[in-house]
């Protein structure tokens, strides 16, 4: 069966400061990979998928993610982060063609002004 | 992106009592739709996955019958908690995937239970 890691559980970045979560997977063929966004009491917003072709991915509000085959991960960056992106960050797999997502832990992303 | 609503945000209700929790894809059809549960600073597990017309498919060690679900119709999944208790607040989150080819699935903005 598919699973998903996420190493992280709490990530601090100063406003402004590039950000990478990482995420790795462990499945045998070529996965559908997804970051999810969780804002406090809320449900998860899509930001990338990744199904096939160009390993980076880009997504909603300035997110980019790149699927490394050889890593086995799916990490999760932004140049430049903003006090709005707080939140809980998902890393989640659906293995053999499924769309239904398998989710890590989770990391949370916190803010310094 | 197409749209999930969950119905109620949150709900308090007495131990011993039933709540139901709606889930309605606003503006697609869902031929599949998953429930969730969430546990505070913790992932989601998915409990079940029902299909338009059909019964559910419980995840192992989700009761059946604490959880029922419905999906009478391509746009509603219900989720009721039956002779609730305490350990059965938690915020449950459902999503849905529509046919067509979609290949996303789409989620509600989540429901807080407390059984008090």
């Known amino acids: 069966a598919q699973s998903v890691t996420q190493p992280d559980i709490h990530i601090t970045v100063s406003e402004g400061a590039s950000l990478e979560l990482r995420c790795n997977y462990s499945?045998?063929?070529?996965?559908?990979l997804f970051w999810y966004v969780q804002s406090p009491g809320q449900g998860l917003q899509l930001l990338l998928k990744?199904?096939?072709?160009?390993?980076l991915v880009q997504g909603i509000k300035g997110f980019e993610a790149e699927f490394k085959r050889s890593q086995s991960s799916f990490n999760l960056r932004k140049p430049s982060v903003h006090w709005s992106d707080a939140a809980e960050y998902f890393c989640?797999?659906?293995?053999?063609?499924?769309?239904?997502?398998?989710f890590g832990r989770g990391t949370s992303l916190i803010v310094h002004p | 992106g197409a749209v999930v609503s969950q119905h109620p945000s949150w709900v308090i209700c007495k131990s011993g009592t039933s709540v139901k929790i709606e889930c309605r894809s606003l503006?697609?059809?869902?031929?599949?739709m998953f429930w969730y549960r969430q546990f505070p600073k913790q992932s989601l597990m998915l409990m079940a996955t029902?299909?338009?017309?059909?019964?559910?498919?419980?995840e192992q060690g989700v009761e059946k019958d604490k959880f029922l679900i419905n999906h009478a119709s391509l746009t509603l999944s219900t989720l009721t908690v039956t002779s609730a208790h305490p350990e059965d607040s938690s915020f449950y989150i459902c999503?849905?995937?529509?046919?067509?080819?979609?290949?996303?699935?789409?989620f509600g903005q989540g429901t807080r239970l407390t059984v008090v």
């Open positions: 999503s849905a995937i529509g046919s067509g080819g979609n290949t996303e699935a789409f």
């Open positions: 499945y045998g063929a070529t996965p559908y």
């Open positions: 990744y199904f096939s072709g160009d390993t």
């Open positions: 989640a797999v659906g293995a053999g063609g499924s769309y239904i997502p398998t």
């Open positions: 503006d697609f059809q869902a031929t599949t």
């Open positions: 029902s299909n338009e017309g059909s019964k559910a498919t419980y």
